[in-house]
């Protein structure tokens, strides 16, 4: 029963504008933000000064150079400042990556120097074998395997280049925007610099203040803002770092995620810009945010790829307060950025490249790559805010059985806990917490339960209380008592993660059993149930932006501005350790978390927060998506369905494909939207959620493949066009369609209304098959468009050929069901006639894998004259020195335990695709002959398109676990 009560209480709370609109006069934009004027300023008075030139340059009498290590440390100073001196440091990593560091030395005050030690995985080799060589006017040391690559470092001004060949990549300070204000007092500003009054013109105002050529001539903002009704104190006065970064060589960018908007990241400044204030990067909890914006939404990661047909390079600055970010696409063949944050060090990786996969690997070896997911984690999330009471979860649950609708999760949004207060279950509604968990968890099905950060400030909650005496709450400026501010639990405080004493206290909360301490635990729990952490950014419904007062005070003294943007990390990080301690052996967490930084990717997945269900946000969400596997987090989606609004079931359907597509693939929906789970929907609607539901479940091979390849490279799930073919131009802007790892699997979702059917570019002169109805596509080697069905029961969703796919595909309830299921090969034959593919699977729940138990196979497919050989190797055995999950492969067994407890699963049929003629027979090498049929077609070297040649071999019966080989004779 749902309580009427309850839900007339929360629609009070809640209040929806019936229209769609972002209330932007809660964001500032960079006019409005002190710093980012003042970096804009100085940029505009660059370009309009007829000669300009840094005044930052190295001070070559403190230039030290390690003797054992390719690093050097200087002093750099400025001309405008002769008493201000700041350190650098350049060193070369082992694997190419350049690091710019640059602090100030004996400040008045610190600048916030951690950040990279949040994001980084673990301190960087610094290379033995490169070496510096010394000029007179600059430093340069090359590197890579064929001496390729070049790093100079200019004195005079300060300038630092990376080169390929002689080619220019990366650019700092090019443009002479290096600035990192030093800490000043504050009495400075009343010392004679003023403009007297009617003195306008340059040369005066330079009389007056010689520094204004630089600085400009007042000192803006630089010891109060206001905002709206708030006052930010800013009591360490202005303290912003700033620098062009300019890529000569490359016209395209991505990254720097979250942002709605294209992944080839349009211009901000220059001429015409396509948006007026550059990216902003500060995590924010953006209420109906707009499908095509540079504003800051939840998450943060100030990485970017540039790319060309010749290079990739990227660029990671590890800074955790508000940046800003200009792009210009200043030529067709270049890309000028203009990076501006409010405080911090410049802490800058130079990642060289020269592929995208190289990048992807190089920042993987700096933050780490994702973690490897529950298995579980990667079917279908059913969630709603709100599932309203236990009767009401188990209910849902019922109703996908009855469907025959699989799901693997059901999540409970907030209104399950007690006015608010996590963990605390709500008694009327949810008298029996575990039963639920335990009656869902009855088919192999997980929990997730949300727990945000902000804590109800009443002693009764002992959560609050615990954290309260612990003293590990944020606080106010005063550096004393607690901060307090208001959220869905009223007026409520957040804990400091940056404490590490909070972090111990986090763990033992989730322990679902008595703690011997005595402390509180959620006892009303289990093991079955995973977490969302939502508001991290953190949300604060009074605060400025909808956050935290910037001079607010965390550990160490550091005001929350340092750390804004690492802020939702370490809660995402703490929960995931929490979970990943309750369990003895210990089984994979899922944390997924609304806001995120550079690292986070280790912790679980993320969603791109509060869209709306518009057709605009169905497909910029698939951009976002994108986006953030560029910076390293794969796992991710959107709301299915759009948070805000009632979707019409054709969007529902379309909504529902391009979830199925996604790493992360979860249905949510407002509390004010009518309910919508998927069989609710009429006919034909229902029946297409559920084959695509189930489509979902027979590609989890797939997934999990894919995500086992990415713990290892980095290389993102979902893979754009420009890093599958980094070399076709073609494919630069595209991001409405993309592969699935390196599966081969190429999707192009629609999101469009009424669509029939959609044009879908392959980029290659190659065979492409439609993955239903074996269509022939064919590219060329300059890139083709072809027109393909889209009418709504069609999910644009292509083999290319040369790959083999593995799926499973006996409709099950939930994943954990599928664990004996047998394998479908659908072997898609390439021009050549030979095909290549992989399977990883492990027990998709604990930890051992990483003592080699599990199984990785290679399929590979050659057709001669008058044999097509299918077989299938053991590739931990053919690629020793690879891994699994961060683990070398060195001590792999193939006859381990997981792989024992699958020896009965067998492959139960192969599809084989593009085969233009009849087989006379086929059999298993030194076994049996084999049943089969045979559907003629067009073969996979033929000119003609139409329907595929399909050969099906019936039950070859041969072991998933084991080495075989087909034979098939023409
Ligand atoms: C905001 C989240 O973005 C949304 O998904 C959630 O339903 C609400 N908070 C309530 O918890």
Known sequence: ?????????????????????????????????????????????????????????????????????????????????????????????????VRVRMDEIDALKKHYDEAASWALISEPKVSKSMKWSVGKTEFRAKFGEGQ?????????????????????????????????????????????????EGMEDAQTVMKVKPNAWF??????????????????????????????????????????????????????????????????????DVFEYIASSPMSLYGSIPILHAHSADSTVGIFHAVGSETWIDVSHATDKSTETHWISESGILDIFLMPGPTPADVFAQYARLTGTPVLPAHWALG?????????SSDDVRTVQKRFDEEGMPVDVFWLDIEYSQDHKYFIWEPKNFPDPVDMINDVAATGRHMVVIV?????????YPVYKEASERGVLVKPKSGEGEYEGWCWSGSSSWIDFFNPGAWDWWKSLFKPYQLASGGWSWTQSTEAVHIWNDMNEPSVFNGPEISMPRDNVHYNGWEHRDIHNINGMLFSNATYQALLERSDPPQRPFVLTRSFFAGSQRFGAMWTGDNLGTWEHMEVGVKMVLANGIAGMSFGGSDVGGFFGNPEPEMLVRWYQVGAMAPFFRAHAHIDTKRREPYLLDQPYKDIVRDILRLRYTMLPVWYTAFRETTVTGLPVLRPHYVTFPEDKNGFDLDDQYYIGSSGLLVKPVSEK???????????????????????YRGSAKGKNVTVPAALHQLPLFIRGGSIVSTRERPRRASTLMKRDPFTLRVALDKKGSARGELYIDDGETYSHRNGEFIWRQFFADKRKKELRISSKDLAALRPSDAVDGVALKTFNPANEFA??????????????????????????????????????????????????????KDPATPIANNWEISVQF
């Open 754 to 776: 009424g669509a029939t059917e959609a044009s879908v570019y392959l980029a290659e002169d190659q065979v492409y098959y439609d993955y239903f109805s074996h269509q022939v």
């Open 900 to 953: 024992k407890s699958v020896s009965g699963v067998r492959v139960e049929r192969i599809v084989v695709v593009g085969l233009g003629s009849k087989p006379k027979s086929v059999k298993v090498e030194g076994g049996q002959t084999l049943e089969w049929e045979y559907t003629p077609g067009a073969a996979s070297n033929d000119k003609k398109d139409g329907a595929a040649g399909i050969l099906i071999i």
């Open 380 to 388: 279908y999330h059913q969630c709603r805010w709100n599932y309203i």
């Open 215 to 284: 600085e400009g001539e007042d000192e803006d903002a630089y010891w109060e803002e206001t905002f709206g009704s708030w006052t930010d104190s800013k009591p360490k006065g202005p303290e912003s770092l700033s620098i062009d970064i300019s890529f000569p060589n490359h016209a395209n960018i991505y990254g720097i995620p979250q942002h709605a908007t294209r992944l080839s990241l349009p211009s901000t400044t220059g001429e015409s810009p396509h948006f007026e204030d550059p990216y902003r990067l500060y995590n924010t």
């Open 452 to 460: 945000d950060p902000h804590l109800k400030r009443v002693n009764e």
């Open 148 to 196: 390729e690559f070049e790093i100079v470092v200019q004195f005079n001004p300060l300038k630092i280049v990376l080169l390929k060949g002689s080619k220019e990549q990366i650019v700092l300070n090019g443009q002479g925007l290096l600035h990192m204000e030093h800490f000043r007092p504050k009495k400075v500003e009343a010392e004679g610099e003023q403009k007297p």
């Open 1 to 97: 029963m749902y309580s009427l009560k309850l839900l007339g209480a929360l629609v009070l709370l809640i209040s929806v504008p019936q229209t769609f609109a972002v209330k932007s006069h809660d964001f500032k934009t960079c006019s409005q933000a002190g710093f980012c004027r003042r970096g804009r300023a100085l940029a505009s008075r660059a370009k309009e000064a007829s000669s300009w030139a840094s005044p930052y340059s190295i001070d070559l009498s403190t230039i030290e150079i390690a003797h054992d290590s390719a690093k050097f440390t200087a002093q750099v100073k400025s001309s405008l400042y002769p008493d201000v001196k700041f350190g650098l440091d350049v060193r070369l990593h082992t694997d190419g990556v």
